[in-house]
């Protein structure tokens, strides 16, 4: 069974840089196959792809954030870190690490994480 | 990709159908064959979970009165016989290529 939960700070300062740490189990980025992505959700708005990691190291981030997204990881213990710099108010919202099942260059998120609200102010 | 949801909220009578259109800014057809467009709900207080993926295939789990249809940039999702826990934000999103996007959302409520 795979879980995915995301933490780090739930208040940041406008100009400040973010950190967020995905931590999941079930699976390893390692595996073949295996993929995992952040997602964010502004309060009442839709989902906003952040970015995207495969299990061969490939790294794809939004072209719109491109720039102040960082994604790191540490197989050994399983864990995926978002860095997001200058952060500013309208960053404000939940953000999600969710499980992508990768198949014929395409997939699906099927697990996420239950989400960390992180405020700017 | 640009993807757009219509309607942007729907309110179903319990033991009705309800159809939630999605169009997609370019042709979701990949290998003359699959369409890599996927479904997702939201219910209140929770985060998404997948119902289709393939445009047509239902993820593990799903009730089978959830279908989804469709070809090219226009899909449909179907919930057959709507119940009380239906209620929530659906979402389509196209996995065509990176960068994901994600439509506006519909919003189901139940009468």
């Known amino acids: 069974q795979i879980t995915m939960k995301e933490s780090g700070p739930t208040l940041v300062a406008p100009t400040q840089t973010l950190t967020l740490t995905c931590a999941f189990s079930?699976?390893?980025?390692?595996?073949?196959?295996?993929?995992v992505a952040w997602i964010r959700q502004a309060p009442g708005e839709a989902l906003e792809y952040l970015a995207f990691?495969?299990?061969?190291?490939?790294?794809r981030y939004s072209p719109s954030l491109q720039g102040r997204l960082t994604l790191t990881k540490d197989t050994s213990r399983n864990q995926l870190f978002l860095t997001m710099t200058n952060m500013d108010p309208v960053d404000t919202g939940t953000y999600y690490c969710?499980?992508?099942?990768?198949?014929?260059?395409?997939?699906?998120?099927?697990?996420w994480g239950r989400g960390i609200l992180v405020t700017v102010s | 990709i640009v993807m757009t949801q219509s309607p942007r909220s729907l309110s179903v009578t319990p033991g009705q159908a309800a159809s939630i259109s999605c169009r997609s800014s370019?042709?979701?057809?990949?290998?003359?064959?699959?369409?890599?467009l996927n479904w997702y709900v939201q219910k209140p207080g929770q985060s998404p979970q997948v119902l289709i993926y393939l445009a047509s295939s239902r993820a593990s789990g799903v009730p089978d009165r959830f279908s989804g249809s469709g070809s090219g940039s226009d899909f449909t999702l179907n919930i057959n016989r709507v119940e009380a826990e239906d209620v929530g934000v659906y979402y389509c999103m196209q996995a065509l290529e990176t960068p994901w996007t994600f439509g506006q959302g519909t919003k189901v409520e139940i009468k």
């Open positions: 370019q042709s979701l057809l990949k290998h003359e064959r699959y369409h890599y």
């Open positions: 079930g699976f390893s980025l390692s595996d073949s196959g295996m993929a």
């Open positions: 969710a499980h992508f099942t990768s198949f014929r260059n395409t997939g699906y998120f099927d697990s």
């Open positions: 990691i495969y299990w061969h190291d490939d790294i």
